[in-house]
């Protein structure tokens, strides 16, 4: 076991946790100095009351991103494709909107997410040719922001086309990529990229919680399009998890004494970073699939991910030689995971997860610069002033309102921090404060909106 760990004090303080946000389980795993200790709570499902356990098997979501990351790598590594040399260098015919992006972006740029492309990539289908045909579908897509202009998180398009690049090179479809190139060195029995190879007798299903009456209730979404896969299909346990965290750790060698990747590959991952101009909710750089955050002047690399129903947190400390996982069947909830791990960090004596900062009631902004509409495709926010207060309304699409039980229109108060930077509480019990940039001020008035990790160009106002 894990030394300084008081499991009983953990794992009952996490059941209170459980209770509270209503989620139905959670798998947490905690790597210290090579060894990992685990354990789970709660139910796979609500309807069967069947226990998670250790071996349970969740959707990483967007986690999937530091696995495919890290498999891309090991092609840098073997020299074989190089983060600086255009797609185009290995996808001749690659192309979209734009000539010079088409020429000119490198998987550098689609591993930290400021290619700025925008996610227009129609419906690939579910065929072994999906990424390919992403590939080909994006011809026209325009631009959210310049080339490396910004960050703006791509959910899907950025890594699908980095696996199109890892299908070139390696001559096999993405899924055996990971198999072969990861999953298998790597020594796991548990991990794989299509939800159709997870054993359903270890599978956690997926909840929403619409309203803290109704509770969760199940997922009508079983799992993500194939469309994601790199960027969100991973399905692992919480120990597997810290497999590959464990080559972080520990100069790109796996716990088997694999050698994944060269240390320098490590150094270059978490040492290639670019500016989130939203450095509050999760952190100030983005790395190579890996987030980079500020705890109390310690460096943290992390990577969440969520699918319609599941969600999954992983926090890597080298300063402190740990990592945590969390999995859970329900989410996201910032609080949850928050609370959740700040108790065993705690436990630890390791440093914990920073508050968000206060508004600052002496600023005194020019409200006018903020005002109009921002957004991309599907995507929309209206920024109005009132009585000296600025506001946000996301404005949802019809489906995804009724899907959650919500108005189409949505407003929240915006607290300033800085001139760039607010707060945005919600008074619905289910949501947790978020924070919001908005900044890239060009004739008086502000060109980009940041939040939740993405870019919304102004389009209007």
């Known amino acids: 076991m894990t ?124 065929d072994d040719d999906v990424y390919e045909r992403m590939v080909t579908n994006i011809a026209g897509a325009p631009q959210v922001h310049p080339l490396g202009y910004t960050h703006g998180y791509s959910a899907a398009l950025g890594y699908a086309i980095l696996a199109r690049v890892m299908e070139v090179i390696d001559g096999k479809k993405w899924d055996d990529i990971m198999r072969d190139r ?22 956690a299903t997926g909840h929403v919680i619409r309203s803290v009456d109704e509770g969760p209730v199940l997922s009508p979404v079983s799992h993500l399009p194939r469309s994601f896969g790199p960027g969100g299909n991973v399905n692992s346990t919480a120990r597997e998890v810290l497999t590959m965290a464990h080559v972080f750790l520990n100069g790109g060698k796996a716990p088997n004494g694999t050698r994944i990747v060269g240390p320098e ?78 108790v065993i960090l705690a436990e630890l004596g390791a440093v914990t997860i920073p508050d968000l900062p206060k508004p600052d009631p002496s600023l005194n902004l020019d409200l006018s610069r903020y005002e109009g509409t921002y957004g991309q495709l599907g995507t929309r926010y209206e920024v109005a002033a009132e009585d ?33 930077h607010f707060l945005m509480p919600s008074d619905d019990p289910l949501e947790d404060t978020q924070t919001v940039a908005i900044y890239d001020f060009k004739n008086g008035a502000a060109q980009y909106l940041h939040t939740n990790c993405r870019v919304n160009p102004r389009v209007a106002g």
């Open 182 to 203: 990861l999953f298998g060195p790597l020594g796991l029995t548990s991990t794989t990229s299509r939800h159709e190879q997870v054993d359903p007798s270890r599978a």
């Open 3 to 126: 030394k300084g760990l008081d499991i009983t004090r953990i794992t009952a303080r996490t059941a209170e946790l459980l209770a509270k946000y209503q989620v139905p389980s959670a798998a947490i795993g905690i790597l210290q100095d090579g060894e990992i200790t685990d354990f789970a709570l709660g139910v796979k499902e609500v309807s069967t009351r069947e226990p998670a356990t250790t071996d349970t098997i969740y959707q990483c979501g967007s986690l999937s991103k530091t696995w495919t990351a890290l498999a891309f790598m090991r092609l840098v590594d073997e020299g074989k494709v190089g983060l600086d040399e255009p797609v185009r260098t290995y996808l001749r015919d690659f192309r979209v909107a734009d000539p010079e992006v088409s020429a000119q972006v490198t998987p550098r740029q689609l591993l930290n997410h400021t290619n700025g492309i925008e996610e227009d990539y129609g419906d690939p289908g579910e």
């Open 265 to 342: 590959i490590i150094r270059e991952m978490m040492e290639s970073r670019v500016p989130i101009p939203d450095p509050y909710m999760y952190g100030p750089e983005w790395a190579l699939g890996l987030i980079v955050c500020d705890w109390h002047g310690e460096t943290v690399y992390a990577h969440d991910g969520s699918t319609i129903g599941q969600s999954a947190r992983l926090r890597i400390l080298p300063d402190s030689n740990i990592a945590i996982s969390m999995l859970a069947n329900a989410g996201p909830r910032d609080g949850f995971y928050k609370q959740a791990l700040n």
């Open 388 to 420: 000296g207060k600025l506001s946000l309304t996301f404005v949802l699409n019809p489906m995804h309102a009724s899907f959650l039980g919500k108005p189409e229109r949505v407003t929240y108060d915006l607290l300033p921090v800085s001139d760039t």
